[in-house]
């Protein structure tokens, strides 16, 4: 069964320096994995996925993430936070037998002025 | 384009009482999806309709919970009686076909308090 799992509950760090927050995943399957964000308040938005293209892949608002096969890893970055990136992050696989995504614990992000 | 529609956006309601969610998913979107998302953690399926067909209800407690999609387009969750552990975010979500590597379009959640 697929499952991913993020490394860090909440990441903090300084406007205008860099963003890494990390993800693990599991599956048995070439997996498709995505990457959504949560403001308070308001839905889910996809910031970006990966479908066994380019493992480089790029997304909204400067963020983008590398998909590693040896490493079962799909780690979110960005080059440079601003305020507005402050929110709740999750990683997420879709289960390819019922098309279902699994999604991790998410990670909060904090951007300190 | 209109994005998910969920209504209400916050209910309070006293346990035991029955509570209703709607949604209205983006046009021409085939595929439907029910989250539950407790406080802290990441959303989980409770439901995914193909059109009016619901395909995978495995994580829906039967018991108190239904949902339906009458004519492939809107759909209504609903929790009879609620209990205190049904306070969570209600998500809905569709996409065209249905596929695993499609993305889902999540509406805004229905946020449910249980007295």
């Known amino acids: 069964a697929q499952s991913v799992t993020q490394l860090d509950s909440h990441v903090s760090v300084s406007e205008g320096t860099p963003v890494l927050l990390r993800c693990n995943y599991s599956?048995?399957?070439?997996?498709?994995l995505f990457w959504y964000v949560q403001h308070p308040n308001k839905g889910l938005q996809l910031l970006l996925k990966?479908?066994?293209?380019?493992?480089l892949v790029k997304g909204i608002n400067g963020f983008e993430a590398e998909f590693k096969k040896s490493e079962t890893s799909f780690h979110l970055t960005k080059p440079s936070a601003h305020m507005s990136d402050a929110a709740e992050y999750f990683c997420?696989?879709?289960?390819?037998?019922?098309?279902?995504?699994?999604f991790g614990s998410g990670t909060r992000l904090l951007v300190r002025p | 384009e209109a994005g998910v529609v969920q209504s209400p956006r916050y209910k309070i309601i006293e346990k035991k009482q029955p509570v209703a969610f709607w949604c209205n998913p983006i046009?021409?979107?085939?595929?439907l999806y029910w989250y539950l998302q407790n406080l802290g953690q990441g959303p989980e399926l409770l439901i995914r309709?193909?059109?009016?067909?619901?395909?995978?209800d495995s994580q829906l407690p039967k018991d108190r919970f239904s949902a339906e999609r009458l004519k492939g387009v809107d759909s209504t969750l609903k929790i009879q009686p609620a209990e205190l552990g049904d306070s969570a975010v209600y998500l809905c979500?569709?996409?065209?076909?249905?596929?695993?590597?499609?993305?889902?379009?999540f509406g805004p959640g229905t946020r449910l308090l249980v007295l």
């Open positions: 979500a569709s996409s065209v076909t249905g596929t695993a590597e499609e993305t889902q379009y």
């Open positions: 990966y479908t066994s293209a380019a493992t």
């Open positions: 046009s021409g979107h085939n595929t």
């Open positions: 997420v696989v879709s289960e390819w037998s019922s098309y279902k995504l699994i």
């Open positions: 599956s048995s399957y070439s997996p498709s």
């Open positions: 309709y193909e059109n009016e067909e619901a395909v995978d």
